[in-house]
């Protein structure tokens, strides 16, 4: 039972905020819907952390629930005022090539190639993140933490949200992708961003091969670089299958003790300059 249960927990989540997303879209209010959600969300795993925790250690305080919170105000605030001012731009129609985008097809089309288009732009930009040094130190401020949950899974410098939207945003605007498809893929990648970072006893199987689950993530947060730099999708596997950059060990358990080498300032305004200082 309890098995079924880890197997039931993602997908029904993912469903259950997906749906109100819809519900909030189909009554004008889409923020709301999205929102109403996220807190769901947000309530749900912070109260399935502490019933079935993946890793009993990740629950003790690690003092970095301010610097947490403030990198997640600065960096996903800039993302969501892009993505809803791009919805209102996609809205208006102003643009520059609008009908290369297949409108006739079923929204959950749209909104999937939506994904797809993103996700490639999303994965160069992260891996590029690991494999270029300059923007490897700013990306190591998401990296630094030492244990995964909830909490911290908007914790990004501000240029490291700002080169993923670089990336990710031109090519959607070019095809002229609608208002509504952006405003499902910042919500889907809210959802599943929220979910990757959970310190929930979850079980994913063939899940993995597809979307990017927690157990691909911690993967991904590996002090052992041939383990970290791989699963760089947001929300898809798709890029990574084809890049060759998956990985999903089926015979271990992934590791609990994260973060990276370098020492990082444990203060915020610390962490905002880390990136912009000589390299010890
Ligand atoms: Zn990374």
């Given at each position: 039972m309890k098995t079924l249960i880890a197997y039931l927990l993602w997908p029904?989540?993912?469903?259950l905020c997906c749906t109100g997303t819809a519900l909030g879209i189909a009554a004008g209010h889409e923020l709301l819907g999205f929102n109403l959600s996220y807190a769901f969300l947000a309530l749900s795993l912070f109260a399935l952390e502490r019933v079935y925790p993946f890793e009993r250690a990740w629950l003790l305080d690690d003092g970095q629930m301010w610097p947490d919170l403030l990198h997640t105000l600065m960096s996903k605030g800039g993302v969501q005022l892009w993505v809803f001012s791009s919805a209102v731009i996609g809205a208006a129609g102003h643009s520059p090539a609008t009908s290369w985008w297949p409108t006739d097809w079923p929204m959950w089309a749209q909104v999937l190639?939506?994904?797809?288009?993103?996700?490639?732009?999303?994965?160069?930009?992260?891996?590029?993140?690991?494999?270029?040094?300059?923007?490897?130190?700013?990306?190591?401020?998401?990296?630094?933490?030492?244990r995964l949950w909830f909490w911290n899974t908007g914790r990004f410098h501000i240029g490291n949200a700002l080169t993923s939207i670089a990336f990710s945003a031109p090519l959607l605007w070019m095809l002229g992708a609608p208002g509504e498809c952006l405003t499902w893929l910042s919500a889907i990648t809210a959802f599943a961003g929220m979910l990757t970072h959970c310190n929930v006893a979850m079980r994913f199987g063939w899940l993995n091969y597809l979307?990017?689950?927690?157990?691909?993530?911690?993967?991904?947060?590996?002090?052992?670089?041939?383990?970290?730099?791989?699963?760089?999708?947001?929300?898809?596997m798709l890029w990574d299958q084809l890049f060759g950059t998956f990985l999903w060990p089926r015979d271990r358990r992934p590791p609990s003790d994260i973060g990276i080498s370098e020492a990082m300032p444990v203060s915020f305004t610390g962490q905002l300059t880390f990136p912009f200082r000589r390299a010890q």
């Open positions: 029904t989540l993912m469903v190639l939506t994904l797809v288009i993103a996700e490639f732009g999303l994965y160069w930009a992260h891996r590029l993140s690991h494999e270029w040094a300059p923007i490897w130190r700013l990306h190591a401020v998401h990296h630094s933490v030492t979307f990017n689950t927690p157990e691909l993530h911690r993967w991904h947060h590996s002090r052992v670089l041939s383990e970290g730099n791989r699963n760089y999708g947001e929300n898809l």
